[in-house]
């Protein structure tokens, strides 16, 4: 089974990456979703890691 885990974020520029770090090491088979609600920081364009 694969567990779908939905990250929602808004204007989250510092902490975006920390917080996929953490949810990409959780030891079972997962799908990570984030969902921007428009942020105004650049949250959408803060890299992207081990995609």
């Known amino acids: 089974m694969r567990l779908s885990i939905i990250v929602p974020v808004y204007n989250e520029?510092?902490?975006v990456q920390e917080i996929l770090r953490r949810v990409r090491e959780l030891p079972f088979d997962k799908?990570?979703?984030?969902?921007?609600?428009?942020?105004t920081d650049g949250t959408r364009r803060a890299p992207a890691r081990d995609r």
């Open 13 to 15: 520029i510092l902490t």
């Open 31 to 39: 799908e990570i979703i984030v969902v921007d609600d428009c942020s």
